[in-house]
C-alpha cells in the first residue's frame, strides 16, 4: 500500500452516519440502492439504515423528498469517505447547477465517530443536521440516544424542527 493509499485508512473501525435523499426520478428506489452502495465502499459496511421518510424541500423548490439516514463502520478516512459518497452521488447522475437545486441522490456525511472536522472540503458535525427533521428523525430511529459533537444529545433538537412535515413512506 502506497503512502498516500495508507493515508486514507483509519486505523480502528469507525462509526459514520450518512443522510441520504432524492427527489428527482424514481427516489424511493434511489434511496434505497445508494443505501446498498454504501456497504460495497472499500473498507466499509452497511450497520443499519432508518426507515424512508417523504419531506418537502428545504430551502428550495421541486418534488419532495425521500430520505434516510445510514449507519457504517469504516477504515475509510472522512475525506476517503466523502470522495466515496461523492463517487456514487455522480454514479447516480448527481448534477449541482445550482445551490440546493433538486437531486437524484445527495449523501451527507453527517457524523464521523465524534471527530470535530472544519476545512475546505468537510463539516462534520454537518452543519446543519440539528435543524432538519429530514435529519434527526432517520437518525434518532436508529440510534435515539446518540450524541452529536460540540451540540449534545440529538433527542433535544427535535423539538426544534416539530414545525418540519416529515412523514414514514
Known sequence: ????????????LITAYIG??????DASAQVQ??????????????DTQSSLFCTAPLDAGGDDY??????VKTRLSAHALLQGLQQIEQDF?????????????DLDLLLYGQSIIADEVLTVP??????????LIPLLQIDPFIVIP?????????????????RKV
Do not use: C, W
Request: glycine share 6%; aromatic share 4%; net charge positive.
Open 126 to 135: 454537518h452543519p446543519r443536521m440539528t435543524q432538519r427533521a429530514f435529519v
Open 20 to 25: 441520504i435523499g432524492a427527489n428527482l426520478g
Open 66 to 71: 425521500i430520505n434516510a439516514v445510514a449507519r
Open 93 to 105: 447522475g448527481r448534477q449541482r447547477p445550482y445551490p440546493n437545486a433538486p437531486r437524484t441522490l
Open 150 to 166: 460540540k451540540h449534545g444529545p440529538a433527542h433535544q433538537f427535535a423539538p426544534l424542527v416539530a414545525d418540519q412535515a416529515i
Open 33 to 46: 440502492r445508494a443505501i446498498l452502495q454504501l456497504g460495497k465502499l472499500p473498507d466499509t459496511s452497511l
Open 1 to 12: 500500500m502506497t503512502a498516500m493509499a495508507s493515508a486514507t485508512l483509519s486505523a480502528e
